[in-house]
């Protein structure tokens, strides 16, 4: 019982980096309908802003993260405004490819700068956690998650509250009556670019506390981010906070199973994929539209 | 204008006999390496190590082609087809090294199983449109190599596991050129395939489907029965060049056999070439493997980049290769068969209409 509450918590703990993982790539492929497959260099290049500012300056990591969100929020609006709103109105696969190519040219450009090499962000307090009884609560993974959290909350406040969140939401519900009113629609499509790689960047930035990096750690976290937003369902900040719970669920009691439950990770991750998509497409807190 | 459709025709005339002649070339080259050949001292026409790429062209020629035919034709975004290659592989790789089968009675096998699988998974994941079946096949692709390579029985692994699955050597002379004109023929077969299809009642139902699928359903066609039939179709030829990679290359493991890089990089032959045409993916597949190997600087002629160390150079190669990605997408998303077939002509005019057919 112990053990299964232990991995209950370990579990909901790892779903944090799939929440902040999650946010941005659902909203960028909720509103935009791209299909992202640059977000894991995007994630990647702020688990190395957070390593620089942790090596060079001794910032505690988890104060890094504003500035790779910030970071990340010009990069992107860049991104969007110069290259992928040329092809906005392309078919799925355009983009598809776009954004690889994209990933591509980032990702190199890491490697050249950085190189292969493993960087890990290791503060005096990793490694450490709360102890009750045999259940421990370790800090980084539960402080990730709180600033998770707090950046959906974030997110969705921004989406829900402010002048910009509300051109955003128009333009997801109909692109042509948002242009219709008056939005100016390079430009809100800049900003919900930029606000998907800001949390990108600021996922990237939690990354580099739990694993090592390198310039091509970020590929798999795309996939991931896929199942993440399908499995909690497209069009909400809320729906990919439970997405991305389940998902740590799912992966470490997947990889609890004795034997070699841990080498099938990937396609439990994508049979559970598959499985929602053909049964529940809307996912598991989306609505029909 | 009927001038301009005059002159159109004459360049594809001339693209046609130019594409014939170098295909002729490409297929007849390697036969003045034959000791025959040799010793009525017939000139060397290609090193050796052509035929090497020469064979990997025609096996890309093959992915891209028959990727064409469910993302191009029928307008469903595969990403997954390598599961397909890989599955053909170790399904003649498996009959060969385990069952002791010989390689041309194993290799029928590879498409059918390849096929079957295709069939299987396509039933539940063709239901899925757009963005949605897109990652379903990504899935798929990613789940069966992390499968083959991982499933154990009584502690045994039962394709090989991580060390792979070691073929015996096909024992015939020139093995080189054999495996060179059997992959060649599967391209030929992949090609020919496609001509038929967009021919034939399967192929217009497939268009009705990518162009209108519920419009498609209304006018009667079966459209599951056609969307899998294509989906099987990709996955049998695909499954082929599979098989013949395996005992071509005689190791098999998941780096080798079920690489993501192959899921985009068809795709990327198919678009570069052209998608939903005959000979447009066959295009896209030599241009583009031709392009990153000569950008990776693994061509017998090579050049130096300037400014570039050669520890930097693969990587330097990749953000090249990345952005004439992001540059092909925006400026010539038809393909470039557009120009070779005649129908358009590469101009600043073409280029600028391109941007703004799909620009905000």
């Known amino acids: 019982m112990a053990n299964f509450v232990q991995l209950v918590i370990l579990g909901l703990l790892a779903g944090g980096i799939y929440v902040a993982v999650g946010v941005g790539f659902g909203l960028v492929w909720g509103v935009l309908n791209i299909v992202n497959l640059a977000h894991g260099a995007l994630v990647i290049i702020g688990g190395y802003i957070t390593w620089q500012l942790f090596t060079a300056l001794h910032l505690d990591p988890f104060l890094t993260l504003p500035v790779d969100a910030v970071a990340l929020f010009v990069l992107g609006y860049a991104l969007q405004r110069g290259v992928i709103n040329r092809i906005i109105r392309a078919p799925l696969l355009f983009t598809f490819l776009l954004t690889f190519g994209l990933n591509l040219v980032l990702v190199n450009i890491l490697l050249l700068i950085f190189g292969s090499d493993f960087r890990s962000v290791t503060p005096a307090y990793a490694g450490k956690g709360f102890e009750f009884g045999s259940i421990v609560i370790p800090y980084v993974p539960l402080i990730s998650l709180g600033a998770a959290i707090l950046l959906s909350a974030g997110l969705a406040f921004l989406l829900n509250r402010t002048r910009i969140g509300l051109a955003i939401n128009a333009i997801a519900a109909d692109r042509d009556a948002a242009q219709l009113v008056g939005i100016d629609l390079r430009h809100a499509y800049a900003v919900t670019y930029g606000l998907g790689a800001a949390c990108a960047g600021v996922a990237g930035g939690l990354i580099a506390l739990i694993q090592a990096i390198t310039p091509t750690a970020g590929e798999p976290y795309t996939l991931q981010a896929f199942v993440v937003v399908i499995l909690g369902g497209l069009g909400r900040v809320s729906a990919t906070v439970v997405g991305g719970l389940a998902f740590g669920l799912v992966e470490v009691f997947a990889q609890s199973i004795p034997g070699s439950g841990s080498v099938f990770a990937n396609a439990i991750a994508f049979g559970l994929l598959v499985l929602v998509l053909v049964t529940r497409p809307q996912g598991l807190m989306g609505r029909l539209r | 204008m009927i001038a301009t459709a005059a002159s159109n025709r004459r360049r594809q005339r001339i693209f046609l006999i130019a594409g014939a002649i170098l295909a002729a070339y490409a297929l007849l080259a390697p036969l003045t390496?034959?000791?025959?050949?040799?010793?009525?001292?017939?000139?060397?026409?290609?090193?050796?190590?052509?035929?090497?790429?020469?064979?990997?062209?025609?096996?890309?020629?093959?992915?891209?082609?028959?990727?064409?035919?469910?993302?191009?034709i029928t307008g469903y975004a595969a990403f997954g087809n390598v599961a397909f290659f890989g599955i053909g592989a170790y399904t003649t790789g498996m009959l060969i090294a385990k069952a002791k089968w010989p390689f041309l009675l194993a290799l029928p096998l590879a498409p059918v199983v390849a096929a079957a699988f295709a069939a299987l998974v396509g039933l539940p994941l063709l239901r899925l449109r757009g963005h949605y079946f897109a990652v379903a096949s990504l899935g798929v692709g990613v789940a069966v190599g992390e499968l083959v390579q991982n499933i154990d029985y009584a502690g045994q692994p039962v394709f090989g596991g991580a060390s792979g699955l070691f073929l015996p050597i096909f024992r015939i002379d020139n093995r080189g050129l054999f495996f060179f004109y059997l992959m060649s023929a599967a391209a030929a077969l992949s090609i020919a395939v496609t001509w038929w299809m967009l021919r034939s009642r399967l192929g217009y139902g497939l268009i009705a489907i990518r162009e209108n699928e519920e419009a498609a359903s209304v006018l009667g066609v079966n459209t599951t029965a056609y969307k899998v039939a294509a989906f099987a179709l990709a996955a049998a030829l695909t499954g082929l060049a599979g098989g013949i990679f395996s005992q071509w290359n005689v190791f098999v493991n998941q780096d080798n056999v079920f690489p993501i890089t192959y899921n985009i990089q068809m795709i990327l032959m198919a678009l570069l070439g052209g998608t939903g045409t005959v000979f447009g993916p066959a295009t896209g597949a030599v241009l583009l493997y031709l392009l990153i190997q000569f950008l990776g600087g693994t061509l017998p002629i090579s050049f130096d980049l300037p400014f570039v160390s050669s520890d930097a150079r693969p990587i330097v190669a990749q953000v090249i290769l990345g952005l004439l990605l992001v540059v092909v997408v925006i400026f010539v998303p038809r393909g470039v068969i557009d120009f070779f077939g005649g129908r358009t002509r590469l101009s600043v005019a073409y280029l600028r209409r391109s941007l703004r057919e799909t620009s905000l």
Request: glycine share 4%.
């Open chain 2, 33 to 72: 390496s034959l000791d025959a050949a040799q010793s009525a001292n017939v000139p060397l026409l290609a090193d050796k190590f052509w035929f090497q790429i020469a064979t990997n062209i025609a096996m890309f020629i093959v992915m891209a082609t028959a990727w064409n035919i469910i993302g191009g």
